[in-house]
């Protein structure tokens, strides 16, 4: 075991944030902030993600045939934390990489994996349907063999960024098998296929928009229509029909990592900076109780720290997570939402003012947070779904009704 | 960065494992609740004759040369087999007589735990607390060549069979000035000393200990005078952080306990770790233990790469006494009325956890000294650089 960074990783974090201090300004923040933008990024990010990318931070542990660098995990999440500390989420490949990478022809994985690294091609993940979230097996989107074309049809849900992605990677129905996770299918299809129709979805968070830092602060995601969508059948990623386990890979991407621990604690740091700095705090910077509950969610958000450290700790010696991911994704989240309220206990009124309320307290961030902290518990799996892994992968634990006569 | 453990290390922790699984079951330890000496002298000698007792002391007084969250991963099995060995209390005070003394103290105490099994121990609470150098009331008054020492210690593990204890005294000069708080090593034998012993949750020996003019010798004050709250602080985080690797250990156990079970009571037709109400309770039992694990080894990697207290500690038992007392909690009631029963295997553990819960600091009393190290400094906090660690500063 070792608690600290290396050397060389900490002269890497000091150089990451110094770029940011120098890099990230008003009007990156702005621009990522802007919910009409209609591109992964505005155009000054843009700019700013290539100087990222130039200086190697980018897919850092990826692969270097596939645009990466070919070093540390370690090395990437650092990077990744530090840019997810003022709303940037840069790093590795994003959504779909890693199943390309494990399942694509060379041609696909020449073709997207480069891109996700480089931030031209981004997927927009379209699993969940209206009646599929967790349960996959319901998902009822369908794809037709049509010659050397696909023809698909269905409605996909909470399709996060579909608005501004480059292309879809889409899990659909390939054929109707006993087997409950036989006959899906994942396809990569671009994003301006003719019959792809994407609607927005606002969220809890819109109208006033939240804050930058906020826990999914997000004020919109989508719904995509697929109507008589062809492509060919190049699309396809891996075996048709084998789509639920080419699926399973990178799954744990979103569910792990910097990305999600930063969104879970930096409230608990964003906490105690306000007590200590705000003069109208001073008589609950004082108050025992108030304390009290810091201490408590502080000493929460580090077991949050470790687990993804733990975590970060099994991808760089090779290993695979056996419950861990999904313990983390347990726990992280409902971390989130334990301190939003034990906070806005303490805060009161003003703790339940928006972003631009008069007299809110830092743009209305911590009431923002107490609206958006539980939609991590929900999605890349409930936090009931990750209790059922930790439970059956941890603990070998049986499945229900696998005893029960006559099943 | 690696929270996982290397070779040596695992093999650290299956050897120990391999000894304590054949040679201290339960049963060792529900016997050893009727003894008076509290404790098991074959297992100790076992211990001791193997290495384990000295695994991080000096090479120079007979130890191994290992670092501090060595002595973790033995205290995680201690725990974990309910091994009745005074193990922690021993480690503690020896770990901080080999920082904090002079060479000459170093040389008078650590071969006797490395090599003859000695007991060590240390009195640090008042009622006044933990955390806090004007908690210490009892006195050690300059007196000819020595000190006198005058007041009362609470919950003082292992006193009775200790060969010496490291006792937090308020240093006063002859002439009745305070000069600060300082460990002196004590004689637990000395006249002068009377012990209350009390009946604890855990059925072990822990006592409430009266100095009434105690005299030491000047030799007796550990290290340097300056050094004397660095050095309380220290030695604080240290059983702190050592109780909770103990406790995580334990409660890993009691958390597999209720596995196995789940697995083979049967109810309404199927095992009843089968029922998700119960497997989403054995998923956050681990998901405590580990964390505590984690939070504990962290700590002792920090204590054993610092030159003071940590407040990892604090985290790390405050979140020990908070998360596993309801983990040992949650295995009797797996266990349903079995749970209640004397003979039940997992009482033991939760009357050791909730005891060790209350002891070295509640999680109040850890939460104010986090709090004071967050708050009560300069500048923005970042979970990642704790601010140094503030508590005896005064």
């Known amino acids: ?407 | 960065m690696d929270t996982l453990l290397d070779s040596q290390e695992l093999e650290v922790q299956r050897a120990v494992r391999e000894l304590l699984e054949k040679e201290s079951p339960t049963t060792l330890a529900r016997s050893v609740e009727r003894v008076p000496e509290g404790y098991s002298t074959d297992l100790w000698k076992q211990l001791g004759d193997l290495g384990w007792s000295g695994l991080c002391l000096p090479e120079q007084f007979g130890g191994a040369g290992m670092p501090l969250w060595y002595g973790g991963l033995i205290a995680e099995e201690v725990g974990r087999h309910l091994s009745p060995v005074p193990y922690l209390t021993t480690l503690v005070a020896s770990y901080i007589v080999d920082t904090f003394g002079t060479f000459e103290q170093r040389q008078r105490i650590l071969p006797g735990v490395a090599q003859h099994q000695h007991v060590l121990t240390y009195a640090v609470e008042e009622r006044g607390g933990l955390f806090d150098p004007r908690s210490v009331t009892v006195t050690a008054r300059r007196e000819g060549d020595g000190f006198v020492v005058d007041g009362v210690k609470r919950f003082v593990d292992n006193f009775g069979v200790a060969q010496a204890c490291l006792v937090a005294c308020r240093v006063i000069s002859a002439a009745g000035r305070d000069e600060g708080v300082a460990l002196l090593l004590v004689d637990p034998h000395a006249p002068g000393i009377s012990t209350t012993p009390l009946v604890t949750t855990a059925k072990d020996d822990e006592r409430h200990v009266s100095f009434a003019g105690v005299r030491v010798a000047s030799d007796a004050l550990l290290g340097e005078l300056a050094q004397g709250p660095r050095a309380a602080a220290t030695l604080v985080d240290c059983a702190s952080a050592l109780l909770a690797a103990q406790m995580a250990g334990a409660a890993r156990r009691v958390m597999e306990v209720a596995v196995a079970y789940a697995k083979i009571r049967h109810a309404f037709g199927q095992p009843i770790g089968a029922f998700q109400s119960i497997q989403h309770l054995c998923a956050d039992m681990l998901i405590w233990v580990d964390g505590t694990e984690l939070l504990a080894r962290e700590a002792l990697w920090w204590i054993a790469n610092s030159t003071g207290p940590r407040t990892e500690a604090s985290q790390a038992k405050s979140f020990a006494n908070l998360r596993l007392v309801p983990t040992c909690r949650a295995s009797q009631q797996i266990h349903g009325g079995m749970g209640f029963t004397a003979e039940c295997e997992v009482n033991l553990y939760y009357r050791r956890v909730a005891a060790w819960a209350g002891r070295m600091g509640n999680a109040s009393q850890h939460h104010r000294r986090i709090a004071a190290d967050l708050l009560d400094t300069p500048g923005e906090v970042r979970l990642d650089a704790m601010p140094p660690a503030r508590n005896w500063a005064a």
């Open chain 1, 1 to 407: 075991m070792r608690f600290a960074f290396s050397d060389q990783q900490e002269a890497l974090r000091q150089e990451v944030r110094a770029f940011i201090r120098e890099h990230i300004d008003e009007e990156i923040q702005a621009e990522l902030l802007d919910r009409n933008r209609t591109t992964h990024w505005g155009p000054k990010t843009e700019a700013v993600f290539e100087e990222i990318a130039r200086r190697g931070w980018t897919g850092i542990s990826w692969p270097v045939e596939y645009g990466g660098q070919g070093g540390h995990r370690l090395d990437q999440y650092i990077v990744e934390e530090e840019f997810g500390r003022v709303g940037m989420h840069v790093g590795g490949g994003g959504t779909g990489a890693p199943a390309i990478v494990a399942a694509g022809t060379e041609e696909q994985k020449c073709r997207y994996v480069p891109g996700s690294i480089g931030g031209s091609v981004v997927f927009a993940q379209g699993y969940t349907e209206p009646a599929a979230g967790a349960d996959l097996a319901g998902i009822q989107c369908k794809a037709v063999r049509d010659g050397d074309e696909y023809v698909i049809n269905g409605q996909k849900m909470f399709t996060t960024d579909a608005h501004v992605a480059t292309h879809l990677y889409l899990m659909a129905r390939t054929s109707v098998e006993p087997n409950r996770h036989a006959g899906l299918s994942i396809f990569l299809i671009p994003m301006d296929a003719p019959g792809i129709t994407i609607r927005p979805i606002w969220t809890i968070q819109n109208n006033p928009a939240a804050p930058i830092n906020t826990i999914y602060g997000e004020p919109r995601t989508n719904e995509v229509f697929l109507d008589n969508v062809r492509v060919p059948a190049s699309c396809l990623l891996g075996e048709e029909g084998n789509g639920w386990s080419i699926g399973q890979q990178g799954l744990n991407l979103d569910r792990v990592g910097a990305r999600r621990y930063i969104m879970s604690v930096l409230q608990n740091e964003a906490m105690v900076n306000y007590l200590k700095q705000d003069e109208e705090a001073a008589d609950l910077h004082a108050d025992p109780v108030a304390r009290d509950v810091v201490a408590q969610m502080w000493t929460e958000a580090q077991v949050c720290r470790l687990m993804t450290l733990r975590s970060m700790s099994i991808e760089e010696h090779g290993g695979q997570f056996t419950y861990e991911g999904a313990a983390e994704k347990v726990w992280a989240p409902e971390h989130a939402v334990r301190s939003t309220e034990a906070y806005a206990q303490l805060l009161g009124g003003r703790g339940q003012l928006l972003n631009t309320s008069p007299d809110n307290i830092e743009d209305g961030l911590f009431a923002h947070n107490m609206l958006g902290a539980f939609q991590s518990c929900v999605n890349h799996g409930s936090v009931q779904v990750m209790r059922d892994q930790v439970a059956r992968r941890g603990l070998g634990l049986p499945r229900p009704g696998a005893h029960k006569k006559g099943n």
